[in-house]
């Protein structure tokens, strides 16, 4: 159960409806997922979140569909269930195949599993890793 209610498109301010329709605009959608129902409590929050969101998952040197999968693996170490939701509908949206999936989640299970034991043994840093 959330902590705040989501606020409708009537219920919210000026400010807030302003970046559901620039959410609409850029996403090319007239939904608007609850997260940003719940921002909007916070105008300028929900503003901050969405400049800086369109920006670092904009085309760049990864594309959109990498950006993604990184978001959902990211997502699921930081036990982010929303967030795994909607990158991995985000991530299907850009193309991952059923293929791509599988491959993710193998290797979010084999980080998390080296990783834990890495960790326990507290294993040091190969000299040649380090910058």
Wanted: charged share 20%; proline share 3%; with cysteine.
């Amino acid at each position: 159960m959330g902590t705040v209610a989501l606020l409708s498109d009537e219920e919210v301010s000026a400010e807030a409806l302003a970046v559901f329709n620039d959410i609409r605009a850029v996403r090319g959608t007239d939904f608007i997922n609850n997260f940003w129902r719940a921002l909007a409590h916070d105008p300028a929050l929900l503003k901050a979140t969405w400049e800086r969101l369109k920006v670092v998952m904009a085309p760049g040197a990864l594309d959109p569909l990498v950006k993604e999968m990184l978001y959902v693996a990211v997502s699921t170490a930081n036990g982010c269930s929303y967030c795994v939701h909607s990158h991995t509908a985000g991530a299907k949206a850009k193309g991952m195949t059923d293929e791509m999936y599988g491959e993710l989640l193998a290797v979010i299970g084999m980080a998390m599993q080296t990783n834990g034991i890495v960790t326990g043994l507290q294993v040091p840093v190969d000299e040649v890793f380090e910058a």
